[in-house]
């Protein structure tokens, strides 16, 4: 089955830690997306990879970055977790533009 | 961006049809429509997208609007397990632009 899979699908950080959350896809996609979901705020996007070291702000970019070395991994980088950064993330991919996007299973994150 | 409009909650009886609106009166000619639903404690998961004509997969129809301003999810017979968040969102044809999801519909299945 193809699949995007993400590293954890719990985790428990102390304000202030530096954060890596991992997502991989194994369907050689271009497009990879990071989003984060809050109670009665739906899903919110972070950032957003079209190719390779390539990466795009999407509506709440602060307190956070990315990495995109390889195609297949994309990487969420809380520099020092902070309290507000609680939440389910959740980590989508497509092939292009208009292709339908498939998400992983999210990380619950708590930051204490 | 532009942006779509769903009623917060509807409700169905099981075996029954339901029709699930969106209004995306900004919509410019290379938008995809696509819907997603997420269903609890899971990631979303797709379920049709189109451009200008109705399309049908087995999970779906979405019946699209003469002037694109409008679309609609038809599940033809709900089920429990269709209880879920609906998302209608847009996607900017020919470019890499983001997604933008907005709060969705949730549907409540009675048996």
């Known amino acids: 089955d193809v699949k995007v899979t993400q590293s954890s699908r719990y985790l428990v950080k102390r304000t202030g830690e530096k954060v890596f959350l991992e997502c991989v896809q194994d369907?050689?996609?271009?497009?990879m997306f990071w989003y984060r979901q809050d109670p009665g705020l739906g899903l919110r996007l972070i950032y957003f990879?079209?190719?390779?070291?390539?990466?795009e702000k999407g509506d709440i970019p602060e307190g956070y970055s990315v990495s995109r070395e390889k195609k297949e991994r994309f990487s969420l980088i809380l520099e020092s977790a902070s309290t507000n950064q609680t939440s389910m993330y959740l980590c989508?991919?497509?092939?292009?533009?208009?292709?339908?996007?498939?998400f992983g299973s999210g990380t619950q994150l708590s930051v204490l | 961006d532009a942006k779509t409009t769903q009623p917060n909650s509807m409700e169905s009886n099981e075996e029954e049809p339901v029709h699930l609106p969106c209004n995306h009166s900004?919509?410019?000619?290379?938008?995809?429509i696509h819907w997603y639903r997420q269903l609890p404690s899971q990631g979303p998961e797709y379920v049709i997208h189109?451009?200008?004509s109705n399309v049908n997969n087995r999970m779906a129809s979405l019946a699209i609007a003469e002037d694109r301003k409008s679309s609609t999810l038809i599940l033809h017979r709900a089920t429990l397990r269709d209880a879920a968040v609906y998302y209608c969102?847009?996607?900017?044809?020919?470019?890499?632009?983001?997604?933008?999801f907005g709060k969705g519909t949730k549907l409540s299945v009675k048996p």
């Open positions: 989508a991919s497509r092939k292009g533009a208009n292709e339908k996007l498939l």
């Open positions: 900004t919509i410019s000619g290379t938008d995809y």
């Open positions: 990879s079209y190719d390779v070291k390539m990466k």
């Open positions: 189109g451009l200008t």
């Open positions: 969102i847009l996607t900017y044809g020919g470019s890499q632009g983001n997604l933008i």
């Open positions: 369907m050689d996609h271009e497009n």
